[in-house]
């Protein structure tokens, strides 16, 4: 089966919880799936966790978040508050997470 990681990079929210329903369904129909919180996607946690996003807390909740990445919460002002919602912080590659590990792993990136 086919094993899919999806990185989050962009920061507009309509657009992540296509991303987040998406891998819902995925992961209900069996797919391994992982979500990574990458570039100014890193900045929805704050706004999803304080509106308490049902699509999002679900997906939380279903174990689908693999990581935030540390550099870009730094750079956008929101690596405390991130490190405080229960989803690891991961930068093995200058301070973001690395595709390779994924890619090794033998999962499918997919960008948005």
Not at 67 to 93: D, Q, R, W, Y
């Amino acid at each position: 089966m086919r094993k899919i990681a999806f990185f989050a990079f962009r920061g507009d929210e309509m657009c992540f919880m296509h991303l987040v329903l998406n891998a819902m369904d995925l992961h209900k129909k069996g797919y391994p799936v992982k979500i990574i919180m990458e570039g100014e996607a890193v900045t929805l946690i704050d706004k999803l966790e304080k509106g308490e996003n049902k699509p999002y807390l679900k997906a939380k909740e279903m174990g689908l978040f693999d990581c935030i990445c540390k550099a870009c919460s730094a750079k956008l002002g929101v690596l405390e508050f991130n490190e405080t919602v229960g989803i690891p912080i991961k930068g093995n590659l200058e301070g973001h997470p690395a595709m390779e590990d994924y890619i090794k792993d033998g999962y499918e990136i997919i960008t948005l």
